[in-house]
Structure formats: structure tokens, C-alpha cells
């Protein structure tokens, strides 16, 4: 309930910004991430983690050894991430995306994972974002975001060598999954 609270006054306050005024379900999460070879990922980073419905279920799958480092621009979800989970690198910033990672050594990203809002974005900004996830995935990465309508979709295909879209109705509101493949 609490994360619906934050969730629901995040939203109210900036709209533009945050999605949804619930955070992921669980069918959401698993749907997303059945498609990650774990144990051949080695960097994943989460873009929008929110209060941290996917961050909690990568944390169960990942390998311990794996590289993992969150994206998120809110600061009272960036408080809550930090409570939650005390060990995670939190960056602020999508746009500054290969210059974090760089700065901190972080080879490219084998998996990078999205709750952001892009529908909600400015063109701009969402080309830029899209920019960024491209330039950190590593050849044959996989970016895997949901969004609430298939608005994204052809910006998506142009962008990346495969994409894949399937449906969870199991979602408030339902939500379209795209698994998009980097090129080799």
C-alpha cells in the first residue's frame, strides 16, 4: 500500500515523468524477464526502477558476480531504491548513461531493463534515451521495456536488429512488452 501511495503522488505531481500510478505487478516482472540467459549476463542496468518491483526480481535472478546498477531520476524513489536495497550503485540520469558508465569502468550492458514512460516524453527526449540504451548494449544485448500502448513499436523496429512484442492483460493497466535484440 505504501508503494501505491508514493506511486500514486509521484504520478499526480509529474505525470510526464512517471507512468503509471501503481508500480509493476508480478506477472509484469516475470513476464520481462523470461527472456535473459542469466547465467551468461554479466552487466544489467535498470532504467526507471521506481520503488523497485523489477529490481527485487532481478536481484533473485541474477548471478552474484553480475554487474547491476540502477537509473532513476526521482529523488523520493532514489531514497526508497537506497532503503530497499543498500548495496545497488543508483545513477540519476538516462541521458548521461555511457558517461556513467564509463566513469565507473562498466563494460557495455548485456541486458538493460525499462519502466520509463516513453510514450510520455517528448520526441526529443525519448530519441536521446533510446540514443543512450544503444550506444551501452553490447552486441546482441537485449533491451527490454513495457509500455501501455504499441506507440513505440516502429520507432523500436528501425532502431534495433529483432523486436518482439508479447501482452500481459495482467497488469494494471495492461501493458505491451517489447524485447528488442541490439545487432551483432
Known sequence: MADFMVFLRRFLSE????GSIIPS????????????????????????PGTGAFTKEI???KRDDATYV??????QFRDML?????NLTIWDEALQLNEYRRNAGIEKADVIISGLPFANFPA????GILNEVQSALAPGGLFITFQYSLQLKAE????FQRVEITFTPLNIPPAFIYTCRQGQ
Open 70 to 75: 540502477l537509473v532513476e531520476r526521482d529523488p
Open 82 to 86: 537506497v532503503n530497499r536495497f543498500d
Open 25 to 48: 505487478s508480478r506477472f509484469l516482472c516475470r513476464q520481462m524477464l523470461r527472456n535473459v540467459e542469466w547465467n551468461k549476463t554479466d552487466v544489467i542496468i535498470e532504467l526507471g
Open 124 to 127: 526529443e527526449l525519448r530519441a
Open 156 to 159: 523500436l523496429q528501425e532502431r
Open 59 to 61: 536481484l533473485e535472478l
Open 15 to 18: 505525470p510526464g515523468r512517471v
